[in-house]
């Protein structure tokens, strides 16, 4: 991996902690008290994730599949008529053998390997195999080509369109020919590509937005004291000046799920049962630590794929029940996974990891980091979804589209922290950042509205619950 381009920490004058070593006095607790908490015009764009009341779940997904593809052809349609001026576009079903033709369509993988719920009961001696392994991919892995009306096997002489490299539901077209009585052979591809950027006014000061994931304050391995150092900082109480005037310089905490895990243990207890106030524990520890984030500087929950929320995308905001303490406060914000909005003219999109971990299993040989880039190209935030990746079954209208290219992509509970800015013609830029599990590394990530660059933070404790 190569050299990452992260924010270094800001040089002080003499040494990092004279603070620490000093008598203490009323001007240290003046100049402390003194430093203001900056602040950044917050507006919600997630409006398309979040679902009415009156649901329906007896629609087809191929009405999605449908209304993807008619939001995408126009615009892979302009890319055809620009990079292959004299191919014509033909339907599936006009293609003519030997006749180099370019067709739209969405792409859908073959896979040996895929679990099926059907497996289950057909007790194949490679069930049980195939679902043990991190990835589902194989050799004997092929592509087909569909539209409205029809679909057709691909075999790609181009290294950007391999069955390992990429995953169904991505909306594309090709250009080849079909053999006789064979598959199309395909020569070259074209994605969507990156939507329109909107322009945004560079702060004139440092501001950051704070992400951090996977607090899994109900997993038996969490350490509340590692998570109190977490909030110490935030809230301008922890550390010497300059890290006290680092987090007043935090606009926005953004928790990208898996703030609280799965409780099985609530799940299987009496609820007329004394044991279910002790499972509760969790729950009101997740309660306090909003509450004092809260108090302290914005925030924004969202759900994850192991909170206490429905599992098909788009996730929709955690209760209110869960947070008696910091529900009443108006900087507390329950949001949706996916979740969009604007920070100080910065526009930012981000998940809690679940399609960026699916199309992980599904694929080979490309980063985390790879894969937040091909759902920006191929302009689709859950290209996966609905075909191996749960979401609600929308009619005519496909949320995750993407309309506007985001300045800041970031994907939470991921493996490790990881960042990269992708940069796209007309000056389009975005920083993508891959979030850890805080469980798992301590990590919080601080990104810089100013230039877009990150600084990663750990957190570590030698304190062991007994």
Not at 54 to 81: E, G, H, M, N, P
Not at 196 to 219: C, I, N, T
Not at 292 to 313: F, K, Q, R
């Amino acid at each position: 991996m190569g050299t990452l381009d992260l924010e270094r920490p800001t040089p002080s004058n003499g040494q990092r902690y004279d603070e620490l070593l000093s008598m203490p006095g009323d001007m240290m607790c003046i100049e402390a008290a003194a430093i203001p908490r900056a602040t950044c015009t917050y507006t919600p764009r997630g409006e398309g994730f979040l679902l009415s009341k009156q649901r329906s779940f007896d629609r087809q997904y191929a009405q999605l599949y449908f209304s993807r593809l008619l939001k995408l052809r126009q615009i892979v349609q302009q890319q055809v008529t620009q990079a292959w001026p004299n191919t014509p576009v033909a339907k599936i079903l006009s293609v003519g053998e030997d006749q180099e033709v370019a067709v739209i369509g969405t792409l859908y993988k073959d896979m040996k390997l895929k679990p099926s719920i059907l497996d289950e009961y057909s007790k194949q001696p490679g069930f049980q195999q195939a679902l043990g392994g991190t990835g589902f991919c194989s050799d004997e892995d092929s592509l087909v080509l569909e539209d409205e009306g029809a679909r057709m096997s691909m075999r790609s002489e181009c290294a950007e369109l391999q069955p390992h490299s990429v995953v169904t539901g991505a909306v594309l077209a090709v250009k080849g020919r079909a053999e006789p009585g064979g598959d199309f052979v395909v020569s070259a591809v074209l994605w969507a590509g990156l939507p329109e950027q909107p322009q945004r006014a560079l702060p004139q000061e440092d501001a950051y937005v704070a992400l951090v994931s996977g607090l899994q304050l109900a997993h038996s391995k969490a350490d509340m004291m590692q998570v109190q150092l977490l909030v110490d900082f935030l809230t301008g109480n922890l550390g010497a000046a300059p890290q006290q005037q680092l987090a007043a310089k935090v606009v926005q905490l953004v928790i990208a799920g898996g703030s609280l895990g799965q409780l099985e243990a609530l799940a299987a207890a009496n609820p007329y049962s004394r044991q279910q106030t002790t499972d509760m524990e969790p729950v009101r520890d997740m309660d306090l630590v909003m509450t004092e984030l809260a108090a302290a500087l914005p925030v924004d929950i969202m759900p994850g794929p192991d909170d206490p929320a429905n599992v098909s995308l788009p996730q929709q905001p955690l209760h209110q029940c869960l947070f008696p303490g910091a529900a009443p406060y108006s900087s507390f914000r329950r949001v949706t996974n996916p979740h969009a909005f604007e920070l100080g003219g910065c526009l930012l999109l981000g998940t809690a990891g679940q399609n960026v971990d699916d199309m992980a299993k599904y694929t080979r040989g490309r980063s985390r980091l790879d894969l937040m880039a091909c759902c920006l190209q191929w302009r689709h935030l859950c290209p996966t979804a609905p075909d191996t990746l749960t979401c609600y079954p929308f009619g005519a209208d496909d949320p995750f589209v993407l309309q506007q290219c985001p300045h800041i992509m970031f994907a939470g509970n991921q493996p490790e922290f990881d960042t990269r800015l992708l940069e796209g013609p007309g000056g389009v830029s975005t920083r993508l950042v891959c979030v850890p599990s805080f469980i798992k590394t301590g990590t919080l990530v601080l990104v810089n509205l100013r230039t877009v660059q990150c600084q990663p933070l750990t957190f570590q404790s030698n304190y062991t619950s007994s």
